[in-house]
């Protein structure tokens, strides 16, 4: 039984800010500790309180000048898209045709999706997220190749097989048939197992037939906890070629909720151009939408109405994406400066408890994990960042001037980015360290054990 801590400005969620005060839903211990025993939180409190229950050979790992919080959670992003992060001028459809699917033809070289998804997931790492929902492509290698990295650092991820029957270059499309098969084929290898969790992935409605969305909410049935994610109203030339392509339907999610492909563990991507019957749809069947500012704002796209969603009268379940590589970084910090921005734009400030709480327990909750991740709490996973208050010369300076744990947080999301995360830890290790050298920087939990025992 081994037995971990770490020591120092420990920040975590108790509620939902936007459904109360903001002040009573933060939990900060200015000086705590962590203790994790096997991969789980065990206790959390002020370290003068807990220092004194820890076993002699437990390991106490200090972080001054840091906040120790939940791992990000990322609802939302596509790993096959990083080699063409930042390209340049085109808005959805365009940019779909001229940078996205090139890019996704050449994952039908198992080798190259191997490469991808190995930077990838060093890549969310060095940011942060310990958690994100996963697009891969129309391979079925490209799920395996996620998925064995992920299962390497033990990261507990969601992911699928994007399912496209039209409307995209032939090489990169599959049929209803075969994509249910494909699908169902990597649900059994790889549903449940370890920290492993699959999402049914139809891209988005013009790139499936109908029969394929009936196919997808077969799938769905094979299993439980299972997660559908796909992408909805994000541009609006998009939703008018849904309309034509699905006239019988009276909105654009009306086309998921008719093939039954909306429920409580689905995730939809954007959500920008709603109505106010949409969210009424998504309160009553506990769909979640994954707001991506970054993206939303470098392609154009629109501003996607947070505070709307979140209506008390009728909450939606909300959740931070990156959207990389429409999005512009896998860092939630840079992600909710982005969101800070939009919601502003809109009439109203997202203060930094509600914005981190977002992007941890907030995401959790919409993705229905957050039983076991999102929180800096006993039973917990111990799936935690660390983010070093004084990484770059500026943020040392303007933290000097904070008065609050509120300020921190918010001068964090305003400046921050991946610099500022100092360690990640995943399941109670270590596996991300920023100031360890350049080979050493990212352990798997194997090479840790190993070490540990020569
Ligand atoms: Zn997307």
Known sequence: MSVTALRGRIVSFKDDPFAGASADCLMHEPDGLVIIRDGR??????????????????????????????????????????????????????????????????FADAAHAGRVAK?????????????????????????????????????????????????????????????????????????????????????FAPSCSPAQLDAAAGLLRQADGL????????????????????PGSSSYLDVYEKAGLVGERSIFGHAIHLREQDFCTCHRTGAALAHCPTSNRFLGSGAF???????????????????????????????????????????????AIQAFWLATLGGARALRLDDRIGRVAPGYE???????????????????????????????????????????????????DRDRGDDARFQPPASQAAASRT
């Open 119 to 203: 930077t990838f997931l060093r890549e969310l790492l060095r940011a942060g997220t310990t958690t994100a929902a996963v697009y891969c492509t129309v391979h079925p290698h490209s799920v395996d190749a996620f998925f064995a990295e992920s299962e390497r650092f033990n990261t507990r991820m969601i992911a699928g097989k994007v399912l496209m029957d039209r409307h995209a270059p032939p090489a990169l499309l599959d049929t209803a048939e075969r994509g249910y098969d494909e699908s169902l084929a990597l649900i059994r290898r790889w549903h449940g197992r370890g920290r492993q969790l699959y999402a049914v992935t139809p891209r």
């Open 305 to 351: 109405r947070l505070f709307d969603a979140l209506d008390p009268r009728r909450p939606v379940r909300v959740a931070l994406g990156t959207d990389v590589g429409a999005g512009t970084s896998l860092s939630q910090l840079a992600t909710l400066n982005e969101a800070y921005k939009t919601a502003q734009s809109l009439g109203h400030p997202l203060d």
């Open 41 to 106: 939180i065990e206790a959390v409190g002020p370290y003068d309180a807990l220092c004194g229950k820890l076993p002699d050979a437990a390991i106490v790992v200090s972080y001054p000048d840091a906040i120790i919080s939940a791992g990000f959670i990322d609802a939302h992003v596509h790993y096959p898209q990083l080699q063409m992060i930042g390209a340049y001028g085109a808005q959805l459809l365009e940019w779909l045709d001229r940078y996205v699917f090139p890019a996704e033809l050449a």
């Open 227 to 246: 997660f559908l994610q796909t992408h909805l109203a994000e541009n609006l030339a998009e939703v008018e070629w849904v309309r034509t392509l699905f």
């Open 382 to 432: 111990a799936d935690l960042c660390v983010l070093d208050l004084k990484a770059t010369p500026l943020l040392a300076f303007r933290t000097g001037f904070c008065d609050s744990v509120e300020e921190l947080l918010f001068t964090l999301m305003t400046l921050g980015d991946d610099r500022m995360v100092r360690a990640t830890w995943v399941a109670g290790v270590p596996v991300y």
